[in-house]
């Protein structure tokens, strides 16, 4: 392997690592992004429910699903532009270099994680799970500020009547 190769190599295989340095931390962003929309979802319920007239906090839950899931995504598609990238571009540029055409042996995990059997099942599985954090939660949050501003008489503050 001439000089030159081996350097591009070296780039190639730095630009992997850091690639992966940077989808392990979305993705760990983005699994935390889920605890942390629960916390927020929590303080706000233990502020609106703390007195009725606080029950106009509920309205800002469908803002706060809306604001978060969108963070989620994004994290998302860069999670699998990341991967797509690597399996589809970084290895071509690799097999060029190399000669090696056996796209197992270069990166077979960018390869092998995404043939699991049980893949599809985990997808629907997590769509299932987002789907209920985020767009659930904001419904209920509508319907929980419906209930109670129709079950109880709400004050409206002051300011709004001005």
């Known amino acids: 392997m001439s000089g030159d190769t081996q350097r591009m190599l070296e780039v190639f295989l730095q630009e992997y690592e850091k690639l992966k ?10 699994d935390n992004l889920l605890y942390f929309t629960l916390g927020v979802f929590g303080a706000i319920i233990s502020f609106a429910v703390s007195n009725k007239a606080n029950y106009y906090a509920l309205l800002v839950i469908p803002w706060v699903c809306l604001i978060l899931d969108w963070t989620y995504l994004v994290n998302d598609e860069k999670i699998t532009a990341i991967g797509k990238y690597i399996r589809l571009t970084l290895v071509e540029k ?3 270099q190399t000669g090696n055409t056996d796209i197992e042996s270069i990166f077979g995990w960018e390869i092998a994680h995404r043939n699991d059997q049980r893949r599809r099942r985990r997808k629907i599985e997590q769509l299932t ?6 767009v659930f939660s904001g419904i209920s949050g509508l319907i929980a500020f419906w209930f109670f501003s129709t079950t109880t008489s709400l004050d409206c503050p002051s300011s709004l009547l001005d």
Not at 21 to 30: C, K, L, N, P, T
């Open 94 to 96: 690799i097999k060029e």
């Open 129 to 134: 799970i987002d789907q209920i954090t985020f």
């Open 21 to 30: 340095d940077e989808q392990a931390q979305r993705i760990g962003f983005r």
